[in-house]
């Protein structure tokens, strides 16, 4: 019998591939597209305000007070600007910090280095804001106070191992011989770099940048914790689900990063760093 | 060569998800119970209150808020649920809700005998039909129960109890003694533009806190016929928004953990602005240089009701649990550990600290007449205006994103 079924198996590749893919494709069509698809139908509906039920027809108005919303635009864009600066925060501190560690570290102290930016990791989110909170508190050792400057500075933080590890990984596919070979043939360390290094790596940093910058988009603890009193995305559905009890509006506006997300994947597909992942 | 890159990123995206699951997961403390008066001008459905009390069920459902029910898991010290259960052979079962909306739903899914609910909640759950009138004279220490919390708005529909009181409290004005001269006696320091503490006032972080705004306005601005905080129409409303707009120029940051608080107090961070009275005992208690007082505006606050199920399976032993929660002893240690004003008067002589009661305001009823208990707006005003439309929570939740920009 389990002869008969592997050599059917073997024949027939399409079973063996539909047999070996269905759970993972189950995962991904029901827990994951089936969320996003739960959400944007969520958006469309609206709750009773006494009784908090939910009021499943059809209504464009949460999309209307959403577009319409001056403050979710200003939030909106906010958001963006903090996630953009996040990322290339992490991006000029973790370039040459990958730098080091794949091309000029030796193998031994390189492993040391991955799990030296690994271990913060291993600390809770929590602690972590926490402690920039004591730091940047006006009696800390940094005393600059709260705000946005705050969040982005923590954010970047939080976020650098995602940063350093993927161009880490992408710095030491490239070859030595190859930056051997641009310093043959005459070029100096910024052409090298800008030639050579930049290109090859690129590829790696969009992967970074897509953690960073998701990341950061999505946050809304650590603003709570040391953006003083500024707020982002992440607190308006926040609000709209714990305090107000309204899940479609806060559906309506999760929708928001989802877009942004969408956008900034579909500009890096062009840019074809994703097929070089 | 490849496959190492291929697998880090692997990991990574895994490390991403554990990372966005733990940063969801994070809860921040309750925000306390929410709470609440209101006329409210329904007919409850008719359901009866428990007749005669019967043997135990064994066991109970409660739908509580943090801190309500402890079984000395949280803190060995801190334990009113073992000698429950040993008393009456009634094992405790405990849902912890985070939202007076949470407590809702919970209680709507008929799994839960008895909840500690808020008084915006307990009017819904008592218009819903959820829960049913308690019998008073089923709990022998309803009678210790101070009177000014008996046949409220929020635990009583036309003269009939539909639960029994479990604490009151009511937010405060707190400021640093060192920096903060002359002492403050009215919220008009935390709303004044050109106030000398600009970037160091703080505010409570929910849409609730539109109501302190109205509580102010009730006194400065007579015109406006504000009657209770949270029954606002059109203009009213629009008044509280823009002082709250005007007053976010002067906040340094916003609060709802009350940890952060503490720090930012201590840390001199924050100056001034509105509290709770277990956060000053707290940061009293770390050292820092802070006071409180009530200001003469009067203030918000919370008043909270234990309430049992229409449908509920162990009757017997929800109807024990509510008299023994509001028996001296158990209330006086949930009173203290939560930091509120017990609702059993001989509680207060059953406090580790003598002073909590005075500590509280327990017994002074003349301070908590000026406290303006929580309570979900909606849009039939609760002051029992009929000729206008107020102001909704989900509104409120809407401007209050507006006023934080």
């Known amino acids: 019998m389990r002869r008969r079924l592997a050599t059917f198996l073997h024949r027939h590749a399409g079973v063996r591939l539909s047999?070996?893919?269905?759970?993972p494709m189950a995962w991904l069509g029901l827990a994951y597209l089936g969320a996003l698809a739960a959400l944007l139908v969520t958006a469309f509906w609206s709750t009773d305000t006494f009784t908090g039920n939910l009021i499943r027809t059809f209504t464009w108005s949460n999309f209307q007070d959403l577009v319409t919303g001056e403050v979710y635009r200003t939030v909106a864009l906010r958001s963006l600007g903090v996630a953009a600066a996040v990322t290339l925060i992490d991006l000029v501190v973790a370039f040459p910090m990958a730098f080091a560690m794949a091309k000029l570290a030796s193998p031994r102290t390189q492993r040391w280095l991955v799990i030296a930016v690994l271990?913060?990791?291993?600390?809770?989110?929590?602690?972590?804001?926490?402690a920039w909170r004591v730091l940047l508190s006006s009696e800390g050792i940094l005393g600059w106070g709260y705000g946005l400057g705050a969040t982005i500075l923590t954010l970047s933080y939080l976020w650098l191992p995602y940063m350093i590890l993927p161009i880490y990984a992408g710095l030491e596919r490239l070859p030595n011989s190859l930056l051997?070979?641009?310093?043959?043939?005459?070029?100096?360390?910024?052409?090298?770099?800008r030639t050579v290094v930049w290109p090859l790596t690129f590829p790696a940093v969009v992967a970074g940048s897509i953690f960073t910058f998701s990341l950061s988009l999505g946050d809304y603890i650590t603003v709570k914790i040391v953006g003083g009193s500024s707020q982002l995305i992440g607190n308006v559905v926040y609000d709209n689900i714990g305090a107000a009890n309204n899940l479609p509006f806060a559906a309506a506006v999760a929708t928001v990063p989802v877009l942004i997300m969408l956008v900034y994947l579909s500009a890096v597909r062009r840019t074809g760093a994703l097929e070089n992942l | 060569?490849?496959?190492?890159?291929?697998?880090?990123?692997?990991?990574?995206?895994?490390?991403?998800?554990?990372?966005?699951?733990?940063?969801?997961?994070?809860?921040?403390?309750?925000?306390?119970?929410?709470?609440?008066?209101?006329?409210?001008?329904f007919?409850?459905?008719k359901i009866e209150a428990l007749q005669s009390l019967g043997a135990g069920e064994g066991q109970v459902n409660l739908v509580a808020w943090a801190g309500y029910v402890e079984d000395g898991s949280s803190d060995p010290k801190v334990d009113w649920v073992t000698e429950f259960e040993s008393t009456t052979g009634c094992q405790v079962n405990t849902k912890v809700a985070g939202t007076s909306d949470e407590m809702v739903n919970l209680m709507k899914t008929g799994e839960y005998d008895a909840v500690s609910a808020s008084g915006d909640a307990s009017l819904r759950l008592i218009a819903a039909g959820n829960v049913a009138p308690v019998n008073t004279a089923l709990i022998p220490n309803y009678a210790d129960v101070f009177a000014g919390l008996k046949d409220r708005p929020w635990n009583s529909v036309n003269g009939v109890s539909y639960g029994v009181p479990h604490g009151r409290g009511a937010n405060l004005l707190m400021w640093r003694t060192?920096?903060?001269s002359p002492a403050p006696d009215s919220w008009g320091v935390v709303f004044d533009p050109n106030s000398p503490y600009k970037g160091s006032?703080?505010?409570y972080d929910s849409p609730i806190y539109i109501a302190d705004a109205a509580v102010y306005l009730m006194a400065t601005k007579p015109e406006l016929g504000i009657k209770s905080p949270y029954a606002l129409d059109d203009t009213q409303f629009q008044a509280a928004v823009d002082l709250l707009k005007q007053q976010r120029t002067i906040i340094g940051e916003y609060w709802s953990d009350y940890t952060k608080e503490i720090q930012a107090f201590k840390a001199g961070d924050t100056v001034v602005g509105t509290t709770w009275q277990v956060i000053a005992n707290l940061a009293q208690a770390d050292q820092a240089p802070v006071e409180v007082t009530l200001p003469k505006e009067g203030a918000t606050g919370w008043s909270d009701t234990w309430m049992v199920a229409a449908n509920a399976k162990h009757p017997n032993c929800a109807y024990k649990w509510l008299d023994w929660i509001i028996s001296p002893k158990a209330n006086a240690q949930v009173a203290e550990w939560f930091g509120e004003a017990p609702s059993n008067a001989k509680s207060c002589a059953e406090t580790a600290d003598p002073k909590h009661c005075d500590t509280f305001h327990?017994?002074?009823?003349?301070?908590?007449?000026?406290?303006?208990?929580?309570?979900?707006?909606?849009?039939?005003?609760?002051?029992g205006r009929t000729d206008v439309t107020c102001k909704d929570y989900a509104e409120w939740t809407r401007a209050w994103t507006e006023i934080k920009g």
């Open chain 1, 119 to 130: 271990t913060p990791l291993w600390a809770s989110y929590l602690v972590k804001a926490y």
């Open chain 2, 43 to 45: 007919t409850p459905p």
């Open chain 2, 178 to 180: 060192d920096k903060v």
């Open chain 2, 1 to 41: 060569m490849r496959s190492t890159p291929r697998r880090l990123s692997r990991t990574l995206t895994a490390v991403a998800a554990l990372a966005l699951a733990a940063a969801c997961g994070s809860t921040e403390p309750t925000g306390t119970a929410a709470p609440a008066p209101g006329s409210s001008g």
């Open chain 2, 201 to 203: 006032v703080t505010a």
């Open chain 2, 362 to 383: 327990a017994t002074d009823e003349d301070y908590f007449s000026k406290v303006y208990y929580w309570t979900t707006p909606i849009p039939q005003c609760l002051d």
């Open chain 1, 180 to 193: 051997d070979a641009a310093g043959d043939l005459g070029a100096r360390p910024w052409r090298t770099f």
């Open chain 1, 19 to 23: 047999l070996l893919l269905s759970a």
